[in-house]
Nanobody, 123 residues
Framework: EVQLVESGGGLVQPGGSLRLSCAAS????????MSWVRQAPGKGPEWVSG????????DYADSVKGRFAISRDNTKNTLYLQMNSLKPEDTARYYC????????????????WGRGTQVTVSS
């Protein structure tokens, strides 16, 4: 059974930092590209960042570029998202998602995702 379990969310003040983790199991983690996706209340899901299977290539949404860093440890089957200089607009539920081998848009990009972890940025 594929499982993705996020952790590390919480309440943080603007300008603060959090590191999210995603523990993966039930599949060959090192064979899959992975993404972080977030969803704010009343909004649709927003792709945040992605990383290729080997961890050598990353990409970010413009809204988080320069502030967030995605990484992975394939020996631990774990995906990370380091979040710095957090802003109130980063408030959302953050999900770890497995990318399909072939996809054409964010609407068909993911085949599994976790339950998410809440990030709230507020003073």
């Amino acid at each position: 059974e594929v499982q993705l379990v996020e952790s590390g969310g919480g309440l943080v003040q603007p300008g603060g930092s959090l590191r999210l983790s995603c523990a993966a199991s039930g599949f060959t983690f090192s064979s899959y590209d992975m993404s972080w996706v977030r969803q704010a209340p009343g909004k649709g899901p927003e792709w945040v960042s992605g990383i290729n299977a080997g961890g050598g290539s990353t990409d970010y949404a413009d809204s988080v570029k320069g502030r967030f860093a995605i990484s992975r440890d394939n020996t631990k089957n774990t995906l990370y998202l380091q979040m710095n200089s957090l802003k109130p607009e980063d408030t959302a539920r953050y999900y770890c998602a497995r990318d399909r081998a072939k996809w054409y848009s964010n609407s068909d990009r993911y085949d599994y995702w976790g339950r998410g972890t809440q990030v709230t940025v507020s003073s």
